[in-house]
């Protein structure tokens, strides 16, 4: 069996990736409080969890120079941005709520850091395979 | 995953120019002026999203405006700035606002160094992962 990286890390490398990409919409939330008229957003991580491995399974082949690639996930996972519903607007347009931001936030640091174990883990087992268990 | 670090310090540069308008809101509360057209406004920055990638913005500050708040006129004929008729133009900062404006410059700026610091963490416990 040839250690193939895509088959050996399962669904976690997806999941590192669309994590990292929702840290990233929130702290925009959180940088943008205070600014009139933002509306915030955040990713339905199922969905974009789901677009990520759906596009990994079902690959296109490129068979003339101006198809484009089917393997670009990123696309995908920003398909899955979606706005906040807020529970209080404010008047100046603002839909930052930020307890809402700050938990958000925290749920997906400590997310992060599970799929970057399981990580580990995958990438100690690799090792020990390879060196037999010495 | 970079961005994040770029998205947090545009917000942290952008709350502290709001905390540098409201010291000097402050500290010209008292500041009187011998016409009404020299005299203090208090000054407040505003805020826009610049976007930094597809789904991540960050925070400019896209110009600083003045109060239209009217000025009083204070009578004081013996301050050497006062005009012909005796009055002193006060300065329209409402000390009360500002020390609002700061708290909450001050508590988002605080929010802006968590995630700052989150990130970093999060970011170097990737680059330790496989040892």
Same mark, same amino acid.
Not at chain 1, 96 to 101: C, G, M, Q
Not at chain 1, 103 to 125: C, E, H, M, P, V
Not at chain 2, 1 to 9: E, H, P, Q, R, S
Not at chain 2, 70 to 88: H, K, M, S
């Given at each position: 069996?040839?250690?193939?990286?895509?088959?050996?890390?399962?669904?976690?490398?997806?999941?590192?990736?669309?994590?990292?990409?929702?840290?990233?919409?929130?702290?925009?939330?959180?940088?943008?409080?205070?600014?009139?008229?933002?509306?915030?957003?955040?990713?339905?991580?199922?969905?974009?969890?789901?677009?990520?491995?759906?596009?990994?399974?079902?690959?296109?082949?490129?068979?003339?120079?101006?198809?484009?690639?089917?393997?670009?996930?990123?696309?995908?996972?920003?398909?899955?941005?979606?706005?906040?519903?807020?529970?209080?607007?404010?008047?100046?347009?603002?839909?930052?709520?930020?307890?809402?931001?700050?938990?958000?936030?925290?749920?997906?640091?400590?997310?992060?850091?599970?799929?970057?174990?399981?990580?580990?883990?995958?990438?100690?087992?690799?090792?020990?395979?390879?060196?037999?268990?010495? | 995953?970079?961005?994040? &670090?770029?998205?947090?310090? *545009? @917000?942290?540069? #952008?709350?502290?120019?709001?905390?540098?308008? !409201? +010291?000097?809101?402050?500290?010209?509360?008292?500041?009187?002026?011998?016409?009404?057209?020299?005299?203090?406004?208090?000054?407040?920055?505003?805020?826009?999203?610049? &976007?930094?990638?597809?789904? *991540? @913005?960050?925070? #400019?500050?896209?110009?600083?405006?003045?109060? !239209? +708040?009217?000025?009083?006129?204070?009578?004081?004929?013996?301050?050497?700035?006062?005009?012909?008729?005796?009055?002193?133009?006060?300065?329209?900062?409402?000390?009360?606002?500002?020390?609002?404006?700061?708290?909450?410059?001050?508590?988002?700026?605080?929010?802006?160094?968590?995630?700052?610091?989150?990130?970093?963490?999060?970011?170097?416990?990737?680059?330790?992962?496989?040892?």
């Amino acid at each position: 069996m040839p250690i193939n990286f895509d088959t050996a890390l399962g669904v976690h490398e997806q999941a590192l990736y669309s994590r990292a990409r929702r840290a990233e919409v929130l702290g925009s939330n959180i940088a943008n409080v205070d600014t009139p008229g933002y509306k915030a957003r955040d990713i339905d991580f199922r969905e974009a969890l789901g677009k990520a491995q759906q596009n990994r399974s079902i690959s296109l082949a490129n068979t003339q120079s101006g198809h484009i690639s089917a393997a670009d996930n990123q696309r995908h996972i920003e398909a899955g941005v979606k706005y906040r519903n807020p529970y209080q607007p404010s008047q100046d347009g603002n839909t930052v709520e930020l307890h809402i931001e700050q938990a958000q936030f925290a749920d997906n640091a400590i997310r992060y850091q599970s799929t970057l174990t399981f990580l580990g883990s995958k990438f100690s087992g690799l090792k020990n395979a390879i060196t037999g268990g010495r | 995953m970079f961005n994040i &670090l770029d998205i947090a310090g *545009s @917000a942290m540069n #952008a709350q502290m120019l709001r905390l540098n308008t !409201t +010291a000097s809101n402050m500290a010209n509360a008292d500041a009187v002026a011998s016409s009404e057209n020299e005299a203090y406004r208090a000054k407040q920055p505003v805020f826009s999203t610049v &976007l930094k990638g597809l789904n *991540s @913005a960050g925070v #400019a500050v896209s110009g600083v405006t003045e109060s !239209t +708040a009217p000025v009083a006129r204070r009578y004081e004929p013996g301050n050497p700035q006062a005009d012909g008729e005796g009055y002193v133009y006060v300065s329209n900062v409402n000390e009360v606002e500002e020390m609002a404006n700061m708290i909450s410059a001050s508590r988002s700026f605080q929010n802006s160094a968590e995630v700052f610091n989150t990130s970093k963490d999060l970011m170097m416990r990737t680059l330790q992962l496989g040892k």
